[in-house]
T-cell receptor
């Protein structure tokens, strides 16, 4: 669990503010992901990165941007937060050396946009 | 849209009973995985079954996969209160990323 950390764990902000959520990992994995979880909707993929130079949009990337600063760091930004971005955000990593994409999740960031 | 849909959405049982939850998906897959989430925490990988496998066991967990019906089931035997959590299926379709279902909330009462 401590292999993937997220900061902050909780954040309350106002509409229109820029917010950055950070993810760090010590697993040495190349692949990193950002998900959003809303009640009743499961997890939805926002962005993913297969290495430092690779960034890809997921299912719901509008309103979000990411930065892969290093193999170990992957940040998610909300340029201008809106209330419907209130959700639980998870970072995950994977290393499909066994040809299976098992993912390891961080503890999550609970974001509230007022 | 979600690839996987779990059924039931919620399940309440007594300790010692078995818990079965099902996952249906829409497209061909390379593998299907089950994850567990304790309330408000990160997901934890439980078990993976490949598309050419039909059944897999891990401790008290048994997973089946029927690719002809595009469905999977997770059986937890002899449930414990500590098994209380949400359980998600996730499918890997060959695009090197997972698509998660909507989850089953399991409550195991002492």
């Amino acid at each position: 669990d401590a292999d993937v950390t997220q900061t902050p764990r909780n954040r309350i902000t106002k509409t229109g503010k820029r917010i950055m959520l950070e993810c760090s990992q010590t697993k040495g994995h190349d692949r990193m992901y950002w998900y959003r979880q809303d009640p009743g909707l499961g997890l939805r993929l926002i962005y993913y990165s297969f290495d430092v130079k690779d960034i890809n949009k997921g299912e719901i990337s509008d309103g979000y941007s990411v930065s892969r600063q290093a193999q170990a760091k992957f940040s998610l930004s909300l340029e201008s937060a809106i209330p419907n971005q209130t959700a639980l955000y998870f970072c995950a990593t994977s290393d499909p050396s066994g040809s299976a994409d098992t993912q390891y999740f961080g503890p999550g960031t609970r974001l509230t946009v007022l | 849209s979600q690839q996987g849909e779990e059924d039931p959405q919620a399940l309440s049982i007594q300790e010692g009973e078995n818990a079965t939850m099902n996952c249906s998906y829409k497209t061909s897959i390379n593998n299907l995985q089950w994850y567990r989430q304790n309330s408000g925490r990160g997901l934890v990988h439980l078990i993976l079954i490949r598309s050419n496998e039909r059944e897999k066991h891990s401790g008290r967990l048994r997973v089946t996969l029927d690719t002809s019906k595009k469905s999977s089931s997770l059986l937890i035997t002899a449930s414990r209160a500590a098994d209380t959590a949400s359980y998600f299926c996730a499918t890997e379709t060959g695009f090197q990323k997972l698509v998660f279902g909507t989850g089953t909330r399991l409550l195991v009462s002492p």
